[in-house]
């Protein structure tokens, strides 16, 4: 039996929606990533101040309390794509957490930026020594069913 753990981050509830469709089919333990410091409400203010953080290239203080994660296999890590990127609460996330014996398995969502344009600010924020492997942007239930059916999930 593999055991798997759903690591995300979402603001506005769509990468929120994406992670619960994962578990609806994975069965994963799921958690919900928050900062120590809130973002203000409303889309126009957060936005402001998510793209300050990724231009300043943020440490965003983590709130969470993070499990033993030696217990899991695959840990799937689910993001909204900020400025084309991992937001940097996720910088925060590898950098304090040690991921070296599991399995990622990312999913970004996004208005319009590909999976494939955030690997590299992922790959920057996980650092050498942890496996990703596969990963899909977000496009509804049906695809994440297909993807985890596809990759052997369920
Ligand atoms: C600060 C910020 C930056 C964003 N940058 C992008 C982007 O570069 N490309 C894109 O397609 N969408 C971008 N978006 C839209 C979000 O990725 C998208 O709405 C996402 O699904 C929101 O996830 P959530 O509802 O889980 O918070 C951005 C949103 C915010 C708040």
Do not use: C
């Not at 203010?45 to 943020?58: E, H, I, L, N, P």
């Amino acid at each position: 039996m593999t055991k798997s753990l759903i690591i995300y981050f979402s603001l506005s509830g769509t990468t929120k929606t994406a992670a619960e469709t994962i578990q609806k089919y994975t069965h994963s333990d799921i958690i919900r990533l928050e900062p120590k410091t809130p973002y203000p409400a409303g889309y126009d203010k957060y936005s402001k101040v998510g793209m300050q953080q990724m231009r300043d290239k943020a440490d965003v203080a983590i709130q969470t309390e993070i499990p033993d994660l030696h217990q899991y296999d695959y840990i799937f890590i689910g993001y909204p794509t900020w400025d084309g990127q991992v937001p940097r609460i996720f910088n925060t996330l590898f950098k304090e957490n040690d991921f070296s014996d599991n399995r990622l398995v990312p999913f970004s969502t996004s208005v319009s930026t590909p999976f494939e344009d955030t690997l590299g600010s992922l790959k920057a924020a996980v650092g050498d020594g942890v496996a990703i492997v596969g990963g899909f942007r977000y496009s509804g239930e049906t695809q994440v069913r297909d993807y985890l059916k596809n990759n052997n999930f369920k």
